[in-house]
């Protein structure tokens, strides 16, 4: 079978059209089950997958390493009024964790409070000095969320100052753990194989698990015969936020956590999530994308440039004013953001041009805000196709940096080997994402090291570089119908990528560029009927010069159906990823 699409072996951005899963999808022939079949799915699981739910796909909590005394341990302080502590990571994953299970143990009647270490002054994860200080302040047990497991020198001291430790993590982890209550992590490299399973759930997920068993443990005990038993169903917005924001694949549990999530979330029952979506201008129930691309980097704006602790403040807020007034500020610090972010990417990918074709792109500079870094690495990434890390010195020499990898490559794990080998203070990750501690005169020695690692593996990603489709069509036949028709196999994300069509060929009628390097046009078939495309931030890219530049010749597109519902008529427009001369 010929799984080219349109015969193109080499679009303009040097990648071969194909059929997503070796097969076409036509319209008219239950579109969603060829959807989900393209995607790997089994036939006999599509109509699990249609609408996914937590009671088929939730685990039973004991299966996971350490999970029950995590359970009962908290449970126990709950019951004693014993002071507990959330420790979370400064990200969207870690924020959601942490309130989650600061809205669970209060629910419960238990004391609970939470610690973010600032991003700039503190660094990743718990440190000896933090995890003290709790103690002094009157901390019984402390629960390190999104983060610990690599948390060697600040456990032993925890343990050598009497102070309990829970982790509940899904980073990576060594052979070797550090000392704690317990270590809650699938990553974990003893874990069972059916607990391993569960290892592309964030952590936000695994804190759900550990609310679960926590909730069972004091309903065996008898506590919920005196007060109202936590609605766990109700944390479940919170899940799918962390879920999506961490780019975690949304296959199994995730899938179930995120479909229903979403559910959750438009009653607008979390006052802070409400107050976010209004802040954000979205009018309608916010979708998985909009979980990503617009409530995301706003809990992030927080421990990016502000406060750390801003986005648990919001997400565990009940005053409506309060919720307000966090929201608008997280809203400023996401421009603000934006414009810092810019430079920085502006500079990486200077530095990435004078630094050569590379297997894995590290580079770095003086005063490069560690804020955004991980969104310049990204930024990286998509443009050139390879790994990138992109890392900021200080005064100090000390160099923070964040990796951003490509299918194929598991640069967490070669992270984790560069710690092994001396070249790095500090560091970890997962396959898709990492960050790391080096000093300014280890950054060559460390781009060595990774390039010598992955670059079999970078080649052969590089190999097999395609676009992967899962319609073929002609422009008239991009309608908002066709936008709804494919929504009805979301959620879409990581892992379950949404559809891309392609269409053609066409002429471009019009085009531009508008906003930040975006390149907007209009497209007409032999037909003559029209739609409309926007290659974003393409402006410097072989796309969007294909775009400006094709008067008078015929391409064929390819990118993601989206409804345009800004207009009282809805419309659809294609989002471009790509083309090819016809």
Known sequence: MNNSVFGISESVSGRSWRWRGGR???????????????????????????????RDLLPDPS?????????????????????????GDYDVDGATSAALLIRHIKACGGTV????????????????????????????????VDCGTQGFAALEAAEACGLEVIVVDHHKASTALP???????????????????????AAVGMAFLLAVAVSRDLRGRGHFKAQAEPNLMGLLDLVALGTVADVVPLTGLNRAFVAQGLKIMAARGNRGLAALTAAAGLERSPGAGDLGFALGPRINAGGRVGRADLGVRLLTSE???????????????????????????????????????MPVVVVSGAGWHPGVIGIAASRLKDRLGRP????????????KGSGRSIAGVDLGGA????????????GGGHAMAAGLTVQADGVERLADFLCERLAKQVAQAEGERSLDLDLA?????????????LEAAAPYGAGWPAPRIAAGPVTVVDCGVVGSGHVRAVLAGADGRRMKAIAFRAEDTPLGAAILTAAGRRLYVAGRVKRDDWNATPRAELHLEDAAWA
């Open 24 to 54: 076409a999808t036509e319209t008219g022939h239950d579109l969603v089950r060829q959807l989900f079949l393209a995607r790997g799915a089994h036939a006999d699981s599509i109509e699990r997958l249609r609408a996914p739910t937590i």
């Open 63 to 87: 299966i996971f390493l350490g999970m029950d005394v995590a359970a009962r341990r908290t449970a126990d302080a709950i019951l004693k009024g014993e002071r507990i502590v959330i420790f």
């Open 113 to 144: 409070g939470h610690y973010i270490p600032d991003r700039l002054l503190e660094g990743y994860g718990p440190s000896a000095s933090a995890l003290s200080a709790l103690k002094e302040s009157g901390a019984d047990l402390v629960i390190c």
């Open 179 to 201: 000392p704690a209550i317990a270590i809650v992590n699938p990553n974990r490299m003893d874990e069972c194989v059916e607990a391993a399973a569960y290892g592309h759930l």
């Open 319 to 357: 005053g409506d004013e309060e919720c307000t007034g966090l929201a608008e500020e997280l809203n400023r610090l996401n421009q603000e953001r934006r414009a810092i972010e810019a430079d920085v990417t502006e500079g990486a990918l200077a530095a990435a041009d004078r630094a050569g074709n």
């Open 388 to 399: 990138a890390i992109v890392i900021g010195t200080d005064e100090q020499g000390v160099g």
């Open 415 to 426: 992270i984790l080997s560069a710690k092994e080998h001396g070249l790095i203070s500090a």
């Open 473 to 485: 069509l002609a422009p008239g036949g991009v309608t908002p119908d066709l936008a709804e028709e």
